[in-house]
């Protein structure tokens, strides 16, 4: 009954959060470029303005996956508060990435068909090192359980250095930053228009952009469980993280999928090797 | 119990005969359909009944079936020997007549006084019963239409059907006989009797091209049978006993028995065409399609599979065990690699199927309850959803002439229905929470322990993500309003139908199957206490019953949005200029409309089967060596 009760709390409160980093990330961007920036709830404006549009489609499969996308992210982000199983959430997530890649692939068009292409690369390259993240936590608590990290006195932190880095690689593909936002590009006219969302328009865009904001408290979850044992700690961690990832945004050129590949799967899943040799030996 | 185990094995023999001598269209139709009923009912007769041990009397009173067996045997090898003649091969002939003479030795040095039983079911037995006689009826049944729109197609003046499901029936008796067999005997003659089956099914269609594929298939899996005789001699050295049952009774003893358990191993993998075996299941795509889908689900590899599995408690906790897992886990990833540089449906299945089968082998290895439990719903799961992938693929392949995913691209226009089943058998072999997926899952979570296991699954998870999704997504396409849908002949439709709602309804009912079948397995204590749905373990847990009912709930809420899709306005899409009427078009230099198109990236640099292939083979021997290595 309480995992209900904190999956249900979870699924509402999300997309708030969400949707408020969303505007202080936009705040943020504008004052390492020393602008104004719009307020922070603009996000919110922006989506409410796409529910509000007209229905426009290119067939009715993107109408489907727009909505499983949205479902699946916040089922997703019901298991993680109610306290589950961190491969099953994994793979829960997952469903809502395969179906926006399906959805973008259902449009006989050549940008979000290359979008499409370019996701799966970046989905490629993510998720080897979130699952070894979770078996690095299960080296520590014993158990996939996200329950069992709430039991440690230690922050996990201590023992999983490398692996929070190697998360950083998945959180700035995750949050579609530079150097990793090839397949959902921020800025228009540019080669690829908008991926993997160029054909998703008004109420459906709005679907995906609020299944987005799921995933991103999802993933800084993921990240806040670094430092379970301390509430100011974890925050502190949480907000410098997320600063970190601007600072990335902004001084990062977007880069190709070679690059993207190379790199993760070479250095991130390297360091989470090594730093999972460290757990067994120990 | 005996007259149910008469009909599992015998049946079909009986009912390839008849398909064979009876050459009428409506015989044979009748014979397969109602074969595949009997078989139905009574694997399930079968599984209701539990664990069993039997001795057969003797034959017709004449000789006991022990002899038979062994008769029928040598005569196999006759004929195997005598087809490596006539395709001028040298390794069929010296892997085939190596077997002839080691396995007279063996049957020389045995103590033929000493009563075995020949036949044992446990669960795991009965389950691969199961799913033999039931997937591979389906897809039997399946072959019905489809040889026939085959031979038009090909122009045939004489049907050569008679022959395809003498061998095609066949298979499903000699399976049944491999996984109830007790005496490792029985065992290796059904091994053998499935090596020679698929030889015959990959060659039908006897162009040039068929032949090769079905020479490399039989020396492939000679050699595999010579691995099993050696395998054989050894363990009988050792232990004295050509019952499987005292085999594993007796565990890991020594050097010479673990290496003939290597040996047996080796076998399992050609048969399951593990790297850098897996080139002759590749080669068997030139087979019409219910044989691919045959090989693939229900049959041949699954022989391969079960074969490690089944001695698995024998070689528990030793380091060839761990060897296998290396094994498994390394053709996992590999296999995963090569699938995404491929565009053609069949080859993309294939090393689908390939890389799943190393995800079992690499269970098998790993040898917790946990990782046993997650090889047997993997085989479970992934018969029901590849037999389907094929058999949708061979219905695609009948009406468009191509059986490569570029040319499926927007499919959903001119085979809605063929194309929602596909899209729905994908997704079972990608999503949670189906049981494909739930495997992985649980073969994640077994493998945790074991580190470099353990990064070779999380790879090749991520890798089978890419080419099932990208295939799944441009099946989807525009209809226009008002189309017909496609038409497509009864016993088409009635296994297709069966075994989509099969791979989902069989998801759903996982936490059923679990305790009803797997966990009795395991009397010392199963992996998972399953309440409401939900199968726990003290590491994890997977919320069947909840998540089924939430994203299906999801669904049917996303499916009646979409159902209300007309209300929208419907738009081409955007094309960097102005759309022209022609769709696939754009308004391009002097009013002239420019087409374009796009296509997959096959990222064919990193993953193409040059690339790959010869890396990876070397690596997978260099990994068989050190397996076998471990157990001397």
Same mark, same amino acid.
Request: net charge negative.
């Given at each position: 009954m309480k995992a209900i009760i904190l999956a249900i709390l979870g699924i509402i409160i999300a997309p708030v959060l969400g949707g408020l980093i969303a505007g202080l990330d936009r705040r943020l961007t504008a004052w390492f470029q020393s602008r104004q920036g719009p307020p922070i709830l603009q996000p919110f404006y922006d989506v409410a303005k796409l529910f509000g549009k007209e229905k426009m489609v290119v067939n009715q499969w993107q109408v489907l996956c727009a909505w499983v996308y949205m479902i699946a992210a916040a089922v997703s982000v019901g298991l993680f508060f109610a306290q589950s199983d961190l491969l099953l959430i994994f793979f829960v997530q997952a469903i809502g990435a395969v179906f926006l890649v399906m959805g973008a692939l259902a449009a006989k068009s050549p940008y979000s068909q290359v979008g499409a292409q370019r996701e799966l690369i970046q989905i490629l390259a993510y998720e080897p090192i979130l699952i070894l993240v979770f078996v690095g936590i299960f080296l520590t608590t014993g158990s996939f359980k996200l329950e069992a990290v709430w039991a440690?006195? *230690?922050?996990?932190l201590a023992k999983l250095p490398l692996l929070y880095i190697a998360l950083g690689y998945a959180l700035t593909i995750k949050l579609r930053k530079s150097p990793f936002d090839f397949s959902t *590009? #921020? #800025? $228009? #006219?540019?080669?690829?228009?908008? $991926?993997?969302?160029?054909?998703f328009s008004g109420p459906y865009l709005g679907l995906v952009e609020l299944a987005h904001w799921y995933e991103t408290i999802l993933v800084l979850g993921l990240c806040a469980i670094?430092? *379970?044992?301390?509430v100011v700690w974890m925050a502190v961690l949480l907000v410098a993280t997320y600063f970190l990832e601007v600072l990335v945004d902004n001084t990062m050129a977007r880069m190709t999928w070679r690059w993207m590949l190379k790199r993760v799967w070479l250095i991130g899943m390297g360091m989470s090797v090594v730093n999972l040799i460290w757990l067994y030996a120990g | 119990m005996s007259n149910l185990l008469l009909l599992l094995i015998l049946l079909p023999v009986a009912a390839a005969l008849v398909c064979y001598f009876v050459r009428s269209r409506a015989v044979r139709s009748l014979t397969v359909t109602a074969t595949g009923a009997i078989l139905t009912v009574a694997s399930l007769g079968l599984l209701a009944q539990g664990e069993f041990t039997y001795s057969p009397g003797s034959f017709l009173g004449i000789m006991s079936w022990d002899v038979l067996i062994t008769v029928l045997d040598f005569a196999l090898l006759v004929i195997m020997f005598f087809y490596g003649l006539k395709l001028k091969n040298l390794l069929i002939q010296i892997f085939v007549a190596a077997q002839f003479v080691l396995l007279l030795w063996l049957e020389a040095t045995i103590d033929h006084g000493m009563e075995i039983p020949a036949l044992y079911g446990d669960n795991l037995s009965l389950i691969m019963v199961a799913i033999i006689s039931i997937v591979g009826s389906l897809i039997c049944i399946f072959a019905i239409p489809y040889m026939k729109e085959h031979e038009e197609h090909l122009h045939l003046t004489k049907s050569k059907q008679p022959r395809f499901f003498f061998f095609l029936v066949l298979f499903l008796g000699a399976m049944n006989g491999l996984v109830l067999a007790n005496n490792i005997l029985w065992l290796y003659f059904f091994f053998e009797v499935t090596t020679f089956c698929s030889f015959m099914l990959i060659g039908h269609d006897e162009t040039e091209i068929a032949t090769r594929n079905a020479t490399r298939a039989l020396w492939m899996n000679s050699l595999g049978g010579l691995a099993f005789v050696i395998g054989m001699i050894l363990m009988e050295a050792k232990l004295g006993t050509v019952s499987i049952q005292a085999i594993l009774a007796a565990g890991p003893q020594g050097a010479i028995m673990l290496t003939g358990l290597g040996f047996i191993c080796l076998a399992g993998f050609t048969k399951a065409a593990q790297m850098p075996f897996q080139s002759w299941l590749l080669g068997a795509?030139? @087979?019409?399609t219910p044989v691919s889908a045959l090989l693939h689900s229900s049959t041949m590899v699954k022989a391969g599979v079960y074969v490690i599995l089944r001695f698995a408690p024998a070689y528990a906790g030793t380091f060839l065990s761990y060897g296998i897992a290396l094994c498994g886990a390394f053709t996992f990833v590999a296999c995963a690699a090569l699938a995404i540089g491929q565009s053609n449906g069949k080859k993309i299945l294939a090393y689908s199927t390939i890389s799943n089968l190393g995800l079992i082998i690499a269970c098998a290895g790993i040898n917790t309850p946990l990782a046993i439990t997650a090889a047997i719903m993997l085989i479970i799961f992934h018969a029901v959803s590849k037999s389907l992938l094929f058999l949708c693929v061979g219905t695609i392949e009948h009406g468009i002439g191509s059986r490569d995913v570029e040319d499926m691209r927007g499919l959903y226009a001119r085979m809605p229905r063929t194309t929602v089943i596909t899209i729905v058998g994908i997704l079972t072999m990608l999503l949670p929470p189906f049981g494909v997926l739930m495997s992985k899952w649980m073969a994640i979570e077994a493998a945790s322990q074991f580190l470099i296991p353990v990064v070779l699954m999380a790879m090749g998870s991520a890798l089978t993500v890419v080419y099932w999704a990208r295939w799944g997504g441009l099946l989807m396409g525009t209809r226009e309003r008002g189309a017909q849908p496609e038409s497509q002949a009864t016993l088409t439709r009635l296994p297709l139908t069966i075994l989509v709602i099969g791979s989902v309804v069989l998801a759903l009912i996982a936490p059923v199957i679990y305790s009803g079948l797997? @966990?009795?397995?395991?009397?010392?204590? @199963?992996?998972f206490q399953v309440s409401l749905g939900v199968l726990s373990s003290t590491q994890g847990g997977f919320a069947v019953y909840p998540l089924f009912l939430v994203l299906g709930v999801g669904l049917l809420f996303a499916l009646k949005a979409t159902s209300g899709w007309r209300k929208a306005k419907e738009v081409a899409p955007y094309v960097s200029g102005s759309n022209v009427e022609t769709p696939g078009s754009y308004n391009g230099p002097m009013d002239q409309p420019v087409s374009f198109s796009a296509g997959n990236m096959y990222l064919g640099e990193l993953f193409g089967e040059n690339k790959i292939t010869a890396a990876a083979n070397a690596v997978a021997i260099a990994l068989i060596v050190l397996m076998m290595g471990g157990a001397l």
């Open positions: 440690l006195d *230690s922050p996990m *590009s #921020h #800025h $228009g #006219h540019q080669e690829l228009v908008k $991926g993997v969302l160029t054909e670094f430092w *379970s044992t301390n | 795509m030139v @087979a019409p797997i @966990a009795p397995l395991f009397p010392e204590g @199963a992996p």
